[in-house]
C-alpha cells in the first residue's frame, strides 16, 4: 500500500481543542469549497486521529469551525468503519437508549457514562461532493451521535447529567489543561 492510500499519511498533526476553548461549544458552518483545501483538512484530521489514538475528529477539534469530521471505529461486532463526513446530518438516532463509557480527545484521559442511541444514521457527502449515508449500531453509532454533536457545538460532557456530570467536572478542574480555564 502506498503511503497516499493510507488515511492520514500526508496529513500533519494538529493541535487538539480542549475543553474550555469557545470553539466546542460553536456550530460549525457548511463545507461549500470541495477542493484541495478540503482534502487536506480531512487528512490533518486523520493524521491527528491517529496520533492521540482516537476512533473518530470533528474538525472544530483542531480549531477549524466546519461541518466535517472523519472516524475508525469498529462496532460491537468488531467490524471496523473508516471514512469521513462533510456537512453531516444525523437522520437517525434510535434503539435502545445505553449508558456507556465515553471519552472525548478534547477532554484527554476522562470518559463519563453517556446515554447514546445503539442505532443512528448520518448523511453527508465525501470531500469530492458525492452524497453518502452512513449506517450505524453499537458503538459506531455511538461514535456517530458523538461526532456529529461536535459540529453543533456539544462535547458529551454537555451530555452527563447528575452526579456524573459533577464527578467529570471535577475531574476535569483537576487535569493540567482543565484547571487552566
Known amino acids: 500500500m502506498r503511503n497516499g492510500s493510507i488515511p492520514g499519511a500526508r496529513g500533519r498533526v494538529r493541535p487538539l481543542t480542549l475543553l474550555g476553548d469557545p470553539a466546542l461549544h460553536t456550530p460549525c458552518a457548511d463545507v461549500t469549497d470541495f477542493g484541495p483545501e478540503l482534502a487536506a483538512l480531512v487528512e490533518d484530521l486523520f493524521a491527528t486521529m491517529y496520533a492521540a489514538n482516537g476512533v473518530g475528529l470533528a474538525a472544530n477539534q483542531v480549531g477549524e ?3 466535517v469530521f ?16 462533510v456537512n453531516p446530518r444525523l437522520v437517525e438516532a434510535d434503539g435502545v437508549v445505553l449508558r456507556g463509557p465515553e471519552g472525548c480527545l478534547s477532554l484527554p484521559g ?4 453517556t446515554e447514546r ?3 443512528a444514521v448520518v448523511e453527508g457527502f465525501t470531500m469530492t461532493g458525492d452524497p453518502i ?3 450505524g449500531t453499537g458503538w459506531f453509532a455511538r461514535c456517530l451521535q458523538h461526532e456529529c454533536d ?8 454537555d451530555r452527563v447529567t447528575g452526579w456524573r456530570h459533577r464527578r467529570l467536572m471535577r475531574q476535569v478542574a483537576r487535569t493540567s489543561w482543565g484547571s487552566q480555564g
Do not use: K, S
Request: charged share 25%; hydrophobic share 30%.
Open 110 to 113: 476522562l470518559e463519563a457514562g
Open 65 to 67: 469551525p466546519l461541518r
Open 150 to 157: 461536535h459540529l453543533e457545538g456539544t462535547v458529551y460532557a
Open 133 to 135: 449515508t452512513i449506517h
Open 117 to 119: 442511541y445503539d442505532h
Open 70 to 85: 472523519v472516524y475508525d471505529c469498529p462496532d460491537d461486532e468488531d467490524v471496523r468503519h473508516l471514512g469521513h463526513v
